[in-house]
């Protein structure tokens, strides 16, 4: 999978959340619902927040409950900008700490190609490799709002740490 590390200082994601359940497979429709909450006015006041990259509308999954990987549970998703602005308005916030992120580009349609993509990176690259999530919110961008492009582009940012098991070796 063509991907890139990048160190990112602190900043916050702002805009609309809600906690909705976690569905694998097609368009979840509470992140749907979600989605049609953003008015013009608002897409283009946190477009004026978003400072930094991923750059532009983003959507973010965070606060997991158990049972993720079966497809049960909730999470919490956010469709915003990432900034570090202070000045945001009365969009819900969520603090992210500074960290290494792992970057993947997908691209291919919409949504087979990344749900495919998620499962390819939480079943075969980060057990093959000596990171592991650092629990903040995985971030998904998509380069623009029509997805019915056959290429259509999007990345999926994740935190990762090292595996604590990378570090045996030491002892």
């Known amino acids: 999978m063509k991907h890139r590390f ?5 900043f916050k994601i702002v ?4 906690r909705v359940p976690i569905v694998f497979h097609g368009i ?3 992140i749907a619902e979600l989605s049609q909450n953003l008015t013009p006015e608002m897409i283009e006041r946190l477009k004026t927040l978003s400072d930094m990259e991923p750059s532009g509308i983003i959507s973010a999954s ?10 049960k549970g909730e999470l919490d998703h956010y469709i915003g900008v990432a900034t570090t602005s202070d000045q945001v308005d009365d969009f819900s916030v969520l603090e992210v700490d500074a960290g290494q ?3 993947f580009e997908i691209v291919g349609p919409f949504p087979q190609t990344l749900q495919k993509a998620w499962g390819e990176i939480y079943s075969n690259w980060l057990p093959s490799t000596d990171f592991e999530p650092s629990g903040g919110p995985e ?3 998509n380069k623009s709002a029509d997805t019915s492009d ?3 582009h999007s990345e999926i940012w994740i935190p990762v740490k090292i595996k604590d098991e990378a570090f045996k070796w030491f002892a």
């Open 6 to 10: 990048i160190q990112k200082n602190a």
């Open 15 to 18: 805009g609309l959340m809600k």
């Open 28 to 30: 979840n429709p509470a």
């Open 62 to 71: 965070a606060n997991f409950s158990l049972g993720r990987m079966e497809e």
């Open 101 to 103: 992120w792992v970057v």
């Open 139 to 141: 971030i998904l961008w």
């Open 150 to 152: 056959p290429e259509y």
